[in-house]
T-cell receptor
Framework: EAGVAQSPRYKIIEKRQSVAFWCNPISGHATLYWYQQILGQGPKLLIQFQNNGVVDDSQLPKDRFSAERLKGVDSTLKIQPAKLEDSAVYLC????????????FGPGTRLTVL | GENVEQHPSTLSVQEGDSAVIKCTYSDSASNYFPWYKQELGKGPQLIIDIRSNVGEKKDQRIAVTLNKTAKHFSLHITETQPEDSAVYFCAAVIGGGDDGLTFGKGTHLIIQP
């Protein structure tokens, strides 16, 4: 079974630029999550999708972050404009159903904002 | 919302000894508690989980205990090996609700040869 795929693996940008990350969940997984992991901390949930609908985006900084999951499969997370404090690893995870079932994580995208 | 505290932040043990990592949570409604292992440059990998209807679960050298009254749960690794060196995260969530996982800050486990 293929795991969660993410790209790119690394990205370096200047502050105020925009950036986008892509995630392909495990086939058949209806729930998709984006987490932000700042160095030395645990992952923090940014947004959760159930199929192509948003379940929870309460911790997403909506003035600069946006995410979509068209057709309920792949997802993209965008930051525009980026700030220095956005430097982090962005992790995508998926699960068969929401709420406590095993979440499988991708390798993450390491973003550096200069 | 849920808050998860994890201790210690760094744990160094001799190879072959046991390691224990402890977490506490704040929301009594939480009922699913996974543990993840994260190696450098990789995403978190689930190693064991426990639900609130059991007090202990074991998988070979790894075990997790849960005390719902005290709202704390622990990871126990016995006969540690060099490949156990990694960062370990505990997490909690209200199973049956619509929340994502709330993670602790992680424990860097170092296995000394």
């Amino acid at each position: 079974e293929a795991g969660v795929a993410q790209s790119p693996r690394y990205k370096i940008i200047e502050k105020r630029q925009s950036v986008a990350f892509w995630c392909n969940p495990i086939s058949g997984h209806a729930t998709l999550y984006w987490y932000q992991q700042i160095l030395g901390q645990g992952p923090k949930l940014l947004i959760q999708f159930q199929n192509n609908g948003v379940v929870d985006d309460s911790q997403l900084p909506k003035d600069r972050f946006s995410a979509e999951r068209l057709k309920g499969v792949d997802s993209t997370l965008k930051i525009q404009p980026a700030k220095l404090e956005d430097s982090a690893v962005y992790l995508c995870a998926s699960s068969l159903v929401a709420s406590g079932n095993e979440q499988f994580f991708g390798p993450g995208t390491r973003l550096t904002v200069l | 919302g849920e808050n998860v505290e994890q201790h210690p932040s760094t744990l160094s043990v001799q190879e072959g000894d046991s390691a224990v990592i402890k977490c506490t949570y704040s929301d009594s409604a939480s009922n699913y508690f996974p543990w993840y292992k994260q190696e450098l440059g990789k995403g978190p990998q689930l190693i064991i989980d426990i639900r609130s209807n059991v007090g202990e679960k074991k998988d070979q050298r790894i075990a997790v205990t849960l005390n719902k009254t005290a709202k704390h749960f622990s990871l126990h690794i016995t006969e540690t090996q060099p490949e156990d060196s990694a960062v370990y995260f505990c997490a909690a969530v209200i199973g049956g609700g619509d929340d994502g996982l709330t993670f602790g800050k992680g424990t860097h486990l170092i296995i000394q040869p």
